[in-house]
Protein backbone atom coordinates (compact mmCIF):
# COMPACT_ATOMS: atom_id res chain seq x y z
CA UNK A 1 0.00 0.00 0.00
CA UNK A 2 1.13 3.85 -1.00
CA UNK A 3 1.93 5.66 1.88
CA UNK A 4 -0.23 8.63 2.79
CA UNK A 5 1.07 12.02 2.92
CA UNK A 6 -1.13 14.12 5.36
CA UNK A 7 1.29 17.38 4.63
CA UNK A 8 0.20 16.82 0.97
CA UNK A 9 -3.36 15.84 2.07
CA UNK A 10 -3.73 19.16 3.86
CA UNK A 11 -2.31 21.08 1.26
CA UNK A 12 -4.58 19.63 -1.09
CA UNK A 13 -7.72 20.64 1.16
CA UNK A 14 -6.63 23.80 1.46
CA UNK A 15 -5.72 24.41 -2.22
CA UNK A 16 -9.30 23.42 -2.65
CA UNK A 17 -11.05 25.62 -0.10
CA UNK A 18 -9.43 28.61 -1.71
CA UNK A 19 -10.76 27.56 -5.17
CA UNK A 20 -14.23 26.90 -4.05
CA UNK A 21 -14.08 30.40 -2.04
CA UNK A 22 -13.65 32.26 -5.15
CA UNK A 23 -16.28 30.17 -6.95
CA UNK A 24 -18.40 31.31 -4.29
CA UNK A 25 -17.20 34.90 -5.10
CA UNK A 26 -17.57 34.42 -8.64
CA UNK A 27 -21.28 33.47 -7.35
CA UNK A 28 -22.31 36.58 -5.65
CA UNK A 29 -20.46 38.77 -8.62
CA UNK A 30 -22.85 37.59 -11.18
CA UNK A 31 -26.41 36.70 -9.11
CA UNK A 32 -26.28 39.94 -6.30
CA UNK A 33 -25.94 42.91 -9.29
CA UNK A 34 -29.21 40.37 -10.95
CA UNK A 35 -30.76 40.50 -8.02
CA UNK A 36 -30.46 44.30 -7.29
CA UNK A 37 -31.15 44.82 -11.13
CA UNK A 38 -34.97 43.40 -10.47
CA UNK A 39 -35.42 45.03 -7.83
CA UNK A 40 -34.47 48.76 -8.87
CA UNK A 41 -35.89 51.53 -10.43
CA UNK A 42 -37.22 50.39 -13.75
CA UNK A 43 -40.77 50.17 -14.72
CA UNK A 44 -41.41 46.10 -14.88
CA UNK A 45 -44.36 44.84 -16.29
CA UNK A 46 -44.49 41.20 -15.36
CA UNK A 47 -44.07 39.86 -18.80
CA UNK A 48 -41.93 36.77 -19.68
CA UNK A 49 -38.39 37.03 -19.58
CA UNK A 50 -36.22 38.25 -22.24
CA UNK A 51 -33.61 35.57 -21.81
CA UNK A 52 -31.36 36.43 -24.23
CA UNK A 53 -30.38 39.73 -21.87
CA UNK A 54 -26.84 40.10 -20.97
CA UNK A 55 -24.95 42.27 -19.44
CA UNK A 56 -20.76 42.52 -18.55
CA UNK A 57 -19.45 39.69 -16.51
CA UNK A 58 -17.58 42.15 -14.84
CA UNK A 59 -15.91 45.72 -15.36
CA UNK A 60 -13.79 48.07 -13.75
CA UNK A 61 -14.42 51.96 -13.54
CA UNK A 62 -12.31 52.36 -16.69
CA UNK A 63 -14.15 49.38 -18.53
CA UNK A 64 -16.61 50.27 -21.30
CA UNK A 65 -18.32 47.12 -22.35
CA UNK A 66 -21.64 46.01 -23.72
CA UNK A 67 -25.21 45.06 -22.72
CA UNK A 68 -26.58 43.07 -25.24
CA UNK A 69 -30.52 41.23 -26.52
CA UNK A 70 -30.57 39.13 -29.16
CA UNK A 71 -34.21 39.31 -30.84
CA UNK A 72 -35.59 36.41 -33.18
CA UNK A 73 -38.34 35.99 -35.17
CA UNK A 74 -39.90 32.37 -35.01
CA UNK A 75 -42.84 32.88 -37.46
CA UNK A 76 -42.91 32.57 -41.46
CA UNK A 77 -43.29 35.96 -41.92
CA UNK A 78 -42.12 39.48 -41.55
CA UNK A 79 -42.57 41.12 -38.16
CA UNK A 80 -41.70 44.81 -36.98
CA UNK A 81 -40.21 44.68 -33.58
CA UNK A 82 -39.85 47.45 -31.36
CA UNK A 83 -37.11 47.28 -28.41
CA UNK A 84 -36.59 49.48 -25.57
CA UNK A 85 -33.58 49.64 -23.24
CA UNK A 86 -33.11 51.25 -19.85
CA UNK A 87 -29.91 51.83 -17.71
CA UNK A 88 -29.01 52.98 -14.41
CA UNK A 89 -27.09 56.62 -13.97
CA UNK A 90 -25.46 58.94 -12.08
CA UNK A 91 -28.37 60.99 -11.75
CA UNK A 92 -31.67 59.42 -13.90
CA UNK A 93 -32.31 56.49 -15.85
CA UNK A 94 -31.33 56.67 -19.68
CA UNK A 95 -33.80 55.27 -21.95
CA UNK A 96 -33.15 54.06 -25.53
CA UNK A 97 -35.42 52.70 -28.09
CA UNK A 98 -35.20 50.82 -31.76
CA UNK A 99 -37.39 50.25 -34.37
CA UNK A 100 -36.82 47.47 -37.43
CA UNK A 101 -38.26 44.62 -39.02
CA UNK A 102 -36.62 40.72 -38.95
CA UNK A 103 -36.93 38.04 -42.24
CA UNK A 104 -38.62 34.80 -41.16
CA UNK A 105 -36.07 32.81 -39.04
CA UNK A 106 -33.96 35.91 -38.89
CA UNK A 107 -32.09 37.26 -35.59
CA UNK A 108 -30.52 40.21 -34.29
CA UNK A 109 -28.50 41.68 -31.64
CA UNK A 110 -28.61 44.92 -30.25
CA UNK A 111 -25.86 46.31 -28.51
CA UNK A 112 -25.19 49.39 -25.88
CA UNK A 113 -22.03 50.05 -24.40
CA UNK A 114 -21.96 51.01 -20.57
CA UNK A 115 -19.08 52.96 -18.71
CA UNK A 116 -18.71 54.34 -15.52
CA UNK A 117 -21.56 56.89 -16.08
CA UNK A 118 -23.88 54.32 -15.32
CA UNK A 119 -22.54 53.25 -12.19
CA UNK A 120 -25.29 53.42 -9.54
CA UNK A 121 -25.73 52.36 -5.86
CA UNK A 122 -22.08 52.44 -5.39
CA UNK A 123 -20.86 49.37 -7.63
CA UNK A 124 -23.29 48.58 -9.56
CA UNK A 125 -24.47 49.17 -13.69
CA UNK A 126 -28.25 48.04 -14.24
CA UNK A 127 -29.88 47.29 -17.18
CA UNK A 128 -33.60 46.38 -18.25
CA UNK A 129 -35.29 45.78 -21.93
CA UNK A 130 -38.70 45.49 -23.10
CA UNK A 131 -38.97 43.64 -26.49
CA UNK A 132 -42.40 44.21 -28.29
CA UNK A 133 -43.14 42.70 -32.28
CA UNK A 134 -46.35 43.24 -34.51
CA UNK A 135 -47.97 40.11 -33.57
CA UNK A 136 -49.36 37.93 -31.18
CA UNK A 137 -45.88 36.89 -29.50
CA UNK A 138 -46.44 37.95 -25.86
CA UNK A 139 -44.09 40.83 -24.92
CA UNK A 140 -40.52 40.06 -23.06
CA UNK A 141 -38.49 42.08 -20.82
CA UNK A 142 -35.62 41.19 -18.55
CA UNK A 143 -33.51 42.97 -16.09
CA UNK A 144 -29.60 42.10 -15.56
CA UNK A 145 -26.72 43.72 -13.50
CA UNK A 146 -22.85 44.42 -13.49
CA UNK A 147 -20.93 44.66 -10.46
CA UNK A 148 -18.14 47.45 -11.37
CA UNK A 149 -14.52 47.23 -9.52
CA UNK A 150 -13.25 50.34 -8.54
CA UNK A 151 -9.77 49.91 -10.28
CA UNK A 152 -7.97 52.47 -13.03
CA UNK A 153 -7.11 50.13 -15.40
CA UNK A 154 -9.23 48.01 -18.24
CA UNK A 155 -10.59 44.48 -18.10
CA UNK A 156 -13.44 42.97 -15.98
CA UNK A 157 -14.19 40.12 -18.18
CA UNK A 158 -10.58 38.89 -17.83
CA UNK A 159 -10.95 39.24 -14.37
CA UNK A 160 -13.55 37.17 -14.12
CA UNK A 161 -12.39 34.73 -16.33
CA UNK A 162 -9.02 34.59 -14.94
CA UNK A 163 -10.75 33.85 -11.40
CA UNK A 164 -12.41 31.05 -12.76
CA UNK A 165 -10.07 29.14 -14.51
CA UNK A 166 -8.02 29.33 -11.26
CA UNK A 167 -10.77 28.25 -9.32
CA UNK A 168 -11.61 25.10 -11.67
CA UNK A 169 -7.81 24.85 -11.72
CA UNK A 170 -7.58 24.75 -7.67
CA UNK A 171 -10.83 22.33 -7.28
CA UNK A 172 -9.21 20.28 -9.33
CA UNK A 173 -5.65 20.29 -7.75
CA UNK A 174 -6.65 20.11 -4.84
CA UNK A 175 -9.51 16.92 -5.42
CA UNK A 176 -6.48 15.37 -6.97
CA UNK A 177 -4.11 15.82 -3.79
CA UNK A 178 -7.01 14.81 -1.59
CA UNK A 179 -7.58 11.67 -3.17
CA UNK A 180 -4.50 10.72 -3.73
CA UNK A 181 -3.18 10.78 -0.09
CA UNK A 182 -6.57 10.72 2.39
CA UNK A 183 -6.97 7.99 4.45
CA UNK A 184 -9.74 5.52 3.08
CA UNK A 185 -10.14 4.00 6.52
CA UNK A 186 -11.00 7.19 8.02
CA UNK A 187 -14.49 8.03 8.69
CA UNK A 188 -13.75 11.64 8.83
CA UNK A 189 -11.49 11.67 5.05
CA UNK A 190 -14.34 9.79 4.02
CA UNK A 191 -16.88 12.41 5.27
CA UNK A 192 -14.67 15.57 4.10
CA UNK A 193 -14.16 13.39 0.62
CA UNK A 194 -18.48 13.45 0.12
CA UNK A 195 -18.21 17.33 1.12
CA UNK A 196 -15.58 17.88 -1.49
CA UNK A 197 -17.64 16.55 -4.42
CA UNK A 198 -20.74 17.87 -3.37
CA UNK A 199 -19.67 21.27 -2.71
CA UNK A 200 -17.93 21.38 -6.63
CA UNK A 201 -21.37 20.32 -7.78
CA UNK A 202 -22.95 22.89 -6.01
CA UNK A 203 -20.41 25.55 -7.04
CA UNK A 204 -20.06 24.63 -10.39
CA UNK A 205 -24.14 24.79 -10.88
CA UNK A 206 -24.05 28.46 -9.10
CA UNK A 207 -21.43 30.10 -11.57
CA UNK A 208 -23.27 28.68 -14.75
CA UNK A 209 -26.43 30.17 -13.46
CA UNK A 210 -24.62 33.28 -12.59
CA UNK A 211 -23.40 33.46 -16.21
CA UNK A 212 -26.35 32.80 -17.89
CA UNK A 213 -27.91 35.41 -15.79
CA UNK A 214 -30.38 33.04 -13.30
CA UNK A 215 -29.73 34.54 -10.20
CA UNK A 216 -32.24 32.96 -8.16
CA UNK A 217 -30.79 29.57 -9.09
CA UNK A 218 -27.05 31.04 -8.29
CA UNK A 219 -28.16 32.52 -4.77
CA UNK A 220 -29.52 29.44 -3.59
CA UNK A 221 -26.84 27.48 -4.50
CA UNK A 222 -24.85 30.17 -2.15
CA UNK A 223 -27.38 29.33 0.74
CA UNK A 224 -26.37 25.27 -0.15
CA UNK A 225 -22.61 26.33 0.12
CA UNK A 226 -23.11 28.15 2.96
CA UNK A 227 -25.11 25.26 4.65
CA UNK A 228 -23.25 22.50 3.79
CA UNK A 229 -19.93 23.81 4.66
CA UNK A 230 -21.49 24.57 8.14
CA UNK A 231 -22.72 21.55 8.47
CA UNK A 232 -19.24 19.31 6.77
CA UNK A 233 -16.83 21.99 8.04
CA UNK A 234 -16.77 21.29 11.37
CA UNK A 235 -13.17 21.11 13.02
CA UNK A 236 -11.93 17.23 12.60
CA UNK A 237 -8.72 14.99 11.76
CA UNK A 238 -8.04 15.48 8.35
Given at each position: ??Q?N??L?R????IFS ?6 F ?10 L?A????F?L ?8 L???MLMT???R ?8 N?L?R ?15 I ?24 N??LGN ?11 STL??R???C ?20 I??V ?7 I ?14 STTW ?6 LV?TI??I ?19 T?GV ?7
Open positions: MARPTRVGLIIAIFLGILILVRAVPDESMYGIFNYPRLSSSCPTADEPVTVKIRPDTLSWYVDAQFSPNIISDTSERFDLQPGESKVLSWDVDQAVDFIFARALATSSPKEATGTFVLNLPFKGGPIIFYAILLSLGVTLGLLWSRQKDPSDPGAVWMRFITVGVAGIFNVWFLALLMVFLTLLTFLIPRKV
